[in-house]
Nanobody
């Protein structure tokens, strides 16, 4: 059973940084894409970033490119999202996600098969 648990959210001022962590279990990083989605109040969930551990390919939402960095540690079964230069519009619930796939492509930004419980990120202006 795929299980994902995100942590590390909190309240931060604009311009600040946070690191989200995701404890993953029940699947092999080599066959799965892992990533982060977020949902702001009143908005639909959107893909923030995803990563294919098999070849290191990464994808980012345009608005976070250059500010956020996704990484994974298969030995620790963990996925991270380093968020710098945070903006109020980054506020939302962030979800760790995973999906099995053989075609390495940006589809992982559209939707995943498994989502964990989210962690709230609030960026104050």
């Amino acid at each position: 059973e795929v299980q994902l648990q995100a942590s590390g959210g909190g309240l931060v001022q604009a311009g600040g940084s946070l690191r989200l962590s995701c404890a993953a279990s029940g699947f092999s990083f080599e066959r799965y894409a892992v990533g982060w989605f977020r949902q702001a109040p009143g908005k639909e969930r959107e893909g923030v970033s995803c990563l294919w551990s098999s070849d290191g390919s990464t994808y980012y939402l345009d608005s976070v490119e250059g500010r956020f960095t996704i990484s994974s540690d298969s030995a620790k079964n963990a996925v991270y999202l380093h968020m710098n230069s945070l903006k109020p519009e980054d506020t939302g619930v962030y979800y760790c996600a995973a999906a099995e796939g053989s075609v390495i492509a940006a589809w992982c930004m559209v939707g995943m098969d498994h989502y964990g419980k989210g962690t709230l990120v609030t960026v104050s202006s």
